[in-house]
């Protein structure tokens, strides 16, 4: 079991946070954005930041070459909906992917939107880290919580609506 802070303040145990997520024991901050087949993306439930989302497999595994086939084709179009969607409905022109098997929880990508607050913090992968810390500490007041909420509402609009549909 490991012991999770949420960006809203809770502790939660669990024994796996993405299955926990994709089985609906935890209401991510905004509720779910998206579903497809394999994969369930919802806001990051630890840092506040608008539009950083989480793509998580629904099936308990850690590595990418645990996918199957069918999975890793569901996967990669999900990822470019989401990421168009983050462009068509909060402007976000730069993401940051961050992918770690060195983890407690199972498969889940970051999709880190990149604003330009950040870039006092550093750039590129270094300042992935302070960024976050910067967020969960001076961006957890309930205002800024209603933004993050509303990003995912922007998100899960586009993405209901067929906006976000990938070419080919
Ligand atoms: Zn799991």
């Given at each position: 079991m490991i012991e999770v802070t949420l960006a809203d303040g809770r502790r939660i145990t669990v024994e796996c946070l993405n299955c926990a997520l994709v089985e609906g024991l935890i209401e991510p901050t905004g509720g779910v954005v998206y579903e497809s087949p394999h994969f369930h993306v919802h806001q990051d439930v630890a840092y506040p930041v608008p539009g950083l989302v989480i793509v998580a497999?629904?099936?308990?595994?850690?590595?990418?070459?645990?996918?199957?086939e069918e999975e890793s084709r569901d996967f990669i179009s999900t990822v470019r909906l989401v990421r168009q969607a983050q462009r068509e409905a909060l402007g976000v022109e730069v993401v940051c992917y961050f992918y770690n098997e060195d983890t407690t929880h199972h498969f889940h990508l970051w999709m880190v939107p990149r604003y330009s607050w950040m870039y006092e913090l550093g750039r590129s992968v270094q300042s992935l880290r302070p960024v976050l810390l910067h967020a969960r500490e001076h961006m957890s007041d309930p205002k800024s919580v209603d933004e993050v909420r509303r990003a995912t509402e922007r998100l899960r609009t586009r993405l209901a609506t067929g906006g976000g549909r990938v070419a080919g």
């Open positions: 497999a629904r099936r308990h595994y850690k590595a990418l070459d645990e996918m199957t």
